[in-house]
């Protein structure tokens, strides 16, 4: 047992140090004069920053847990590494959303960083504890982010649902956590993986007919169960996984659109990262009954996520669904990791497929804050309201189309290769009927995706007038490259990945 | 020490840069700039072919190179990437392709200046020269595909370039469609390869197949003709050849650059490339020459009674890429690229002499209109005589050194070779004499229709080289020997070089017999009976278009509009109805209600938890 920090432990956890500073320095800023372009400003750069540590600690510290808590390792980095990139474009975003709108808006940047080093936490919490601390500190700062009064009643309409039903997701969670606590006797993932009861052992037991024994691993087993289970509830709640995604669309289109951009990357990134780095720890993937109950999951997210988002009207909902269904795809891979010879190119995939999904998520959520600038009862979000955008601004509308496109799995872009992976693990892994659902639903996919593109293309006075900020429009423009660059020529990165995920397989 | 091959890749990518660029513009470039980005990107591709042709060369024994420009992604064992292969093929592919591309690249810019739409004509023009380098170097018959289906668009683009006349939109319809069967069959083509070999990377496709397949196998007879069928219609054979002539509505420096010198012969390139394939069926190599030589001698015929000038350079066009077809199917592999090349410099040359001739007499393309214009039009009169007589295969000129492989290697063919060689040597000559009746017709007997001052020397410098390559383009050997299987040196005694030599020489004295002599008159002769009928058959073609409109045409609308409701259709519009249902259905759960999301988690949960338990095991 340490009894205290080490150096090298506070140089490993130097990424949550410099955020957390940031964070203070942020605050101070605010109490000592009120500035939005100041606040983003200080914000913007402190996430580079972050960013310039998290490469640093990559390449100079060894992975290591620090405290039974914290893993600093590259799958941990990774993840905050993509969640630092996502904040920072959020941010810059965010700050042309909210420049023309009156009130004081620099505590949402605030919230921001709260938010994000509650991600960060997330991707490299190692047990139940940092866990738990990282999934609070991101949701509380998503409640007030989402209630921002942008949209007025719908912000808080939109705050209180997601208020109410994450409480509930919450206490799924910590019940489920209170379960396999129970069973164990331990909170961190490597102790839990010792503890871990062999399910054959179990069933030889049974045959050997050593009663006292099998009464108690059985018991045990049900525990386990019942306690994955739950956690795997409000885990699904939190990534909107059918069927804990009602609340999705009515939370996406309420909260103002940086919010949404946020918690439909940073937030679901981060329990990923989580849940995948659980599972394969305690090897989850022994239990072929849990996985049943995931298969049905990640099914029915891919195929309500696209039917319900086929005749929708509102961007902003039409992304919702398009987000469940996204993160039933990424089940797929998550699910095709359970053949020990597959795993580490399941991982990879989910890595990429990731990687992908935030990209494109924050471009296509960049153009409805860009579009959404007016001081309005609600963000730009219909349908209709993008009529001739490609006429008007034809560069947003190419940004915009190519978000889509690569939503929609198009190729030369970042989405086809993710796509593309999940593909080649369910076949990989032999996943059938998964890989049945991928198609259809990617094939309903293109249709809406493509309604939002011939949309844009109508002859249309309406995006007359539009005007693209600097730091806004500038995220787009690097994010599409991102998009674009690396749907071109993704070896370096496949290269990354593969290799971390070499490391946790 | 950094090798040229490492800049291959900017090969076919300069010329793109050069049609992203004008494309981009949108037409707001001023006219010298465009083109100086339409010409200059093709100079620097021609420039860097010239460097790495050099270093090629300069080995004694020079090794084809395989350069990986880049590897897309590596996902589970598959890797698709972009290589390409350096050898003597592609090289001297790519000599003819961006040395002739920029001869006519020059002569467009003043061909083509008047036009409103400058920029975008340069711009088809560099997609097409990227499009078509792209095609012989790929490594890869995928990668290949892509670059024949590149070019086949901007066929497609060029034609139909003057889009305001209906009948251009036609013609480039045409060009498109009939091109599309044989493309389609190529792909089909290409299935069966990767089916039985599992790869598509030309040379483990060729060592994979040696090991695989016998001599004679049904299935690589099946695979050889699929990609025939697509070389047919790429290449304008039998029996796909009937778009070519329609072709020639695009501008004139397209006909000469596209539909003569460089896309037309990418089907003899195909068969090159994969000669290794054909040598396994010879069946399928037999097709070849059948065709080439069918082709070759339908084609003269027709371009004997054609009076539109660009059409009877088009029929000379599929007459010549018949020979090329001939050569390949009696294994002059080398001889028959040879011709491709000799072929591209005197065929160019006619072409841009011809759009001089047009040029200067406000687009008039009727030979009995034309007359005379010897003394008005020097360098266009040059380039036709010595286009002409290399069309011909007279003695001296390039054209002669080709051909007369060709013939020669045909004799002493197995299979049929006198017979092959005999369709040949008529087809030559015919060659002659049309080749001739046209010169003699547009250049000689009285003035018809006054012409304008010639053009101006941007459009006579390409003339005058193509000129020197045409008459000497003959001494330049393609480095093919390391390429393709050694033939036996031919030689012969007595007859068969005699009247390979003599017969053009003939042709040459009937023609100018009929058509400088006042008083010869073939009117009794076409104008009644069987003369007659004869004539317009070989006139119309042979018939072909009226025989593809009966078959093919009228058919194929009679069933759409029969079946104006598609069939098919309903059982897309029945899964889009049942999405529509479903999601209709679906989006009656979104209630908005807080409760109904609390009541449907529970529920999931519990939901989860039983299957987890393995209460219910769906």
């Known amino acids: 047992m340490t009894t205290g920090l080490t150096g090298t432990d506070l140089l490993a956890l130097s990424p949550f ?61 990774l993840f905050s590494g993509l969640i630092v990139i996502a904040s920072f474009f959020i941010c810059l975003l965010a700050y042309n959303y909210h420049q023309q709108r009156g009130g004081h808006q620099e505590e949402f940047t605030l919230l921001l960083l ?23 500190l991101l949701g509380i700062s998503l409640y007030a982010m989402i209630s921002y009064p942008t949209q007025g009643l719908l912000s808080l309409e939109a705050a209180l649902k997601y208020l109410i039903l994450s409480g509930v997701s919450s206490a799924f969670i910590l019940f489920g956590i209170a379960f396999l606590f129970a069973t164990t006797g331990t909170l961190s993932f490597a102790e839990m993986a010792d503890a871990n009861i062999n399910p054959t052992a179990v069933q030889g037991g049974v045959q050997g007919g050593v009663q006292g024994s099998v009464q108690g691993s059985e018991s045990l087993r049900l525990y386990m169960l019942i306690g994955g289970s739950m956690i795997l509830a409000g885990v699904g709640f939190k990534l909107s996984l059918v069927p804990f995604h009602m609340w999705t669309p009515d939370v996406y289109e309420g909260a103002p659109a940086p919010t949404t951009a946020f918690l439909a990357t940073v937030s679901k990134g981060g329990i990923f990262a989580v849940l995948l780095r659980f599972f394969v720890s305690v090897d989850g993937y022994q239990y072929q009954t849990i996985l049943d109950g995931l298969f049905w999951v990640a099914l029915l997210s891919i195929f309500l996520g696209n039917l319900l988002a086929v005749m929708q009207s ?23 990791a359970a053949e020990i010879g597959g795993r580490q190119l399941a991982i990879e995939a989910s890595l990429v497929f990731l990687i992908a999904y935030f990209t494109t998520t924050v471009g296509a959520f960049g153009v409805v804050c860009i579009m959404s600038r007016k001081l309005a009862a609600r963000d730009t979000d219909q349908l209709p309201d993008y009529e001739g955008l490609f006429w008007n601004r034809p560069l947003l509308a190419a940004f915009f189309a190519a978000m889509l496109l690569s939503l929609a799995g198009i190729p030369l872009t970042l989405g086809f290769i993710g796509k593309f992976y999940i593909f080649a693990v369910a076949v990989d892994s032999e996943l059938w009927a998964l890989l049945v659902a991928v198609i259809i639903g990617s094939a309903i996919g293109l249709f809406y995706y493509l309604r939002v593109i011939f949309t844009m293309t109508k002859r249309s006075s309406v995006t007359e007038g539009i005007a693209i900020p600097k730091a806004g429009g500038w995220s787009l423009v690097a994010v599409t490259l991102i998009l674009i660059g690396l749907g071109v020529y993704p070896a370096p990165v496949i290269e990354w990945v593969s290799a971390i995920a070499r490391t946790i397989s | 020490m950094t090798s040229m091959y490492e800049f291959v890749f900017l090969v076919p990518l300069v010329p793109l840069l050069g049609f992203f660029i004008l494309f981009c513009s949108l037409g707001n470039l001023p006219k010298q700039a465009v083109a100086l980005v339409g010409v200059g990107s093709v100079a620097i591709a021609a420039m860097l072919v010239l460097f790495i042709g050099v270093e090629f060369l300069a080995q004694t024994n020079p090794i084809p190179v395989t350069a990986t420009f880049y590897t897309w992604m590596n996902v589970a064992g598959f890797t698709p990437g972009v290589s390409f292969r350096i050898d003597g093929l592609s090289l001297t592919m790519m000599f003819v392709i ?37 095609l012989v170097l790929a490594d890869n018959l995928l990668l290949l595909f892509v670059g024949w289906e590149g070019v086949g668009l901007c066929s497609y683009l060029l034609v139909g370039f003057w889009h305001h006349d209906a009948a251009n939109g036609a013609a480039a319809r045409k060009a498109f469609v009939v091109t599309r069967v044989g493309d389609t069959a190529m792909a089909l083509g290409l299935f069966l390869l990767f089916l039985h070999l599992g790869t598509l990377d030309i040379q483990a496709l060729m060592q994979q197949a040696k090991v695989t397949w016998q001599v004679g196998d049904a299935t690589v007879t099946i695979a050889c003709l699929l990609l025939l069928g697509g070389a047919v219609g790429k290449s304008a054979q039998l029996p796909l050849q009937t778009w070519l002539p329609d072709a020639m509505a695009g501008p004139t420096p397209v006909s000469a650059l596209i539909h003569a010198a460089t896309m037309v012969t990418a089907g003899v390139y195909l068969i090159a490339r994969t000669h290794e394939l054909f040598l396994l069926s010879p069946i399928a190599l037999n097709t070849v020459a059948v065709i080439g030589a069918a082709t070759l001698l339908m084609a003269a015929f027709t371009a004997l009674t054609q009076h539109d000038i660009k059409r009877i350079l088009a029929y000379s066009t599929i007459s010549q890429i018949g020979y090329m077809f001939l050569a390949l199917g009696v294994g002059a592999w080398s001889s028959g690229i040879f011709h491709l090349m000799t072929h591209a410099f005197f065929k160019a040359l006619l072409f841009l002499g011809a759009g001089a001739v047009i040029f200067s007499l406000h687009h008039e393309h009727d030979i009995f209109k034309m007359g005379g214009l010897r003394k008005h039009l020097p360098i266009a009169f040059w380039s036709f005589i010595i286009g002409s007589a290399a069309l011909a295969a007279l003695p001296l000129t390039s054209g002669f050194y080709s051909k007369d492989a060709i013939l020669l290697t045909a004799f002493d063919s197995a299979w ?145 509009a029969w079946n104006r409701k598609d069939i098919i259709d309903r059982i897309y519009n029945g899964i889009a109805n049942v999405t529509w249902f479903l999601h209709d259905f679906s989006t009656q759960s979104q209630t908005g209600q807080l409760r109904t999301y609390a009541v449907i988690m529970v529920v999931g949960l519990v939901l989860v938890g039983v299957i987890a338990l393995g209460v219910i095991q769906p």
């Open chain 1, 17 to 77: 140090i410099t955020l957390t500073g940031v964070i203070l320095v942020l605050m101070m800023a605010i109490a000592f004069a009120r500035h939005l372009g100041l606040t983003c400003l200080i914000a913007a750069l402190g996430l580079l920053v972050t960013l310039a540590n998290i490469l640093w600690v990559a390449i100079f510290v060894d992975p290591q847990l620090v405290t039974p808590l914290i893993i600093v390792d590259p799958y941990a980095l």
């Open chain 1, 114 to 136: 709260l938010a994000t080093l509650g991600g960060v936490t997330l991707a490299h919490s190692a047990h139940f504890g940092s866990f738990i601390l990282g999934l609070e």
């Open chain 1, 314 to 336: 509102n961007i902003k909902r039409l992304l919702a669904y398009s987000s469940i269904a996204h993160l039933g795809y990424l089940m797929v891979a998550f699910l095709a």
């Open chain 2, 98 to 134: 961006t040395g002739v591309g920029l001869l006519i690249h020059i002569y467009s810019a003043l061909f083509m200046l008047d036009d409103a739409d400058y920029s975008r004509f340069f711009s088809y023009m560099n997609l097409f020269v990227a499009a078509m380098l792209l």
């Open chain 2, 416 to 560: 049929h070779g006198q017979e092959l060689w005999a369709a040949g040597l008529l087809g030559a000559f015919l060659t002659s004499i049309y080749s001739f009746r046209l010169v003699f017709i547009v250049f000689f007997g009285e003035v018809k229709t006054q012409p304008e001052a010639p053009a101006g020397w941007l459009m006579a410098v390409p003339l005058v080289i193509l000129c020197g390559l045409a008459l000497g383009g003959g001494l330049l050997t393609p480095p093919l020997q390391w390429v393709f299987p050694a033939s036996a040196p031919v030689a012969h005694a007595g007859m068969v070089p005699m009247l390979t030599l003599g017969l053009p020489i003939a042709g040459l004295l009937i023609a100018g017999l009929l058509y400088l002599w006042p008083r010869a008159d073939l009117s009794w002769l076409t104008s009644r009976g069987l003369g007659k009928s004869l004539f317009q058959f070989w006139f119309s073609h042979w018939a072909m278009d009226w025989l593809y409109d009966r078959l093919l045409v009228t058919p194929y609308k009679t069933i759409a």
